[in-house]
């Protein structure tokens, strides 16, 4: 299973949703992207159906980045109905994630 890409023009309705939304903002060309890109994967197959796992390309929406602030990638924002709730910067074990998952979702 692949995720869902969004960009500038479908982003705020992606995440408009009710319920949790976690997006990972990154880039092909980044290498600890392409090591978060399978945990995130299966985190949304894990949780299909309670949780969106997005994946945005900062080079491609640079300005959907740029609003919330995504200096560094990977960043991982979650949102809960619409709403940033949580931001981890940089590459972390899949059990972060999950705790992150369980806590909204």
């Not at 995130?40 to 159906?49: I, P, T, V």
């Not at 960043?75 to 709730?85: A, C």
Request: charged share 20%; hydrophobic share 40%.
């Amino acid at each position: 299973m692949s995720l869902n890409l969004v960009n500038d023009e479908t982003f705020q309705v992606s995440i408009k949703q009710q319920g949790v939304t976690m997006v990972d903002f990154g880039a092909p060309w980044c290498p600890p992207c392409k090591v978060l890109k399978p945990i995130l994967d299966e985190l949304s197959e894990e949780n299909a159906g309670r949780v969106s796992v997005l994946e945005v390309n900062c080079d491609d929406s640079p300005s959907i980045a740029s609003e919330y602030g995504v200096l560094s990638m990977p960043t991982v924002i979650v949102f809960h109905n619409g709403e940033p709730v949580e931001k981890l910067v940089g590459l972390r074990p899949k059990s972060v994630y999950e705790s992150l998952l369980a806590k909204y979702a």
